[in-house]
């Protein structure tokens, strides 16, 4: 089992014994209480309040614990998601930006290459949103459809990749990301009617 499958374990393993040690603490109490009820004295509320005051901090302290490994795992998790949509990205400008640049555009095999790549990391780390979006890039028919209908569906993949990393794009309109790399993108869009992206 790699360290990847293993938490998914590990937190499963937390949270029961999170379940059991609360029962227990539960059935603890009521049996302490149960028993001291009898006991009119203000020894038996001092056992009890303590007895309660100790069980509550350690129900916080176990819970404090599982949540700090939870926001430790999604942080794990965010660390290599990075790595796989900068290179994703990085294509991207690489085809968008070569002719100004002066540089050879990637061949075919090489955009195979780097999309066979990005699909099997997304397998693995990325969100419904980000493969959803992915499929819909890969299966748009760029060479008989409208460009600008395709640069949207680089704008929805880029949306979601920035949701999935804990971006808002909530204050971006339809093509503010469009527009960074085409810059006659509101002459474009301005005579064609779009439907507004999610969020």
Partial sequence: MNHSQQKPVSLFVSLVTVILLGMGLYWFISALI??????DSD?????????????????????????????????????????????????????IFA???GDDKPTQEELRKAFQLFTEKLIIWGSPEVIQAWSEFKLYDWQNSDS???????????????????????????????????????????ETPLQKPKN
Avoid at 34 to 39: A, C, F, Q, R
Avoid at 60 to 79: A, F, H
Avoid at 149 to 159: H, M
Wanted: charged fraction near 25%.
């Fill in 99 to 101: 002719e100004k640049n």
């Fill in 148 to 190: 600008l209908e395709g640069f949207l569906k680089v704008e929805a993949l880029l949306r979601a990749i920035r949701k999935d990393l804990g971006n808002s794009n909530s204050k971006l309109a339809l093509g503010d990301i469009s527009k960074l790399f085409i810059n006659d993108f509101d002459i474009v869009i301005a």
């Fill in 34 to 39: 149960d028993k001291l009820n009898s006991i």
């Fill in 43 to 95: 020894l038996g509320k001092a056992i009890i309040t303590g007895g309660v005051t100790v069980s509550i901090a350690v129900l916080t302290l176990v819970i404090g614990k599982l949540w700090e490994q939870q926001v430790k795992i999604q942080q794990d998790i965010r660390e290599k998601k990075i790595p796989v949509y900068e290179k994703q990205i990085e294509i991207f400008f690489s085809l």
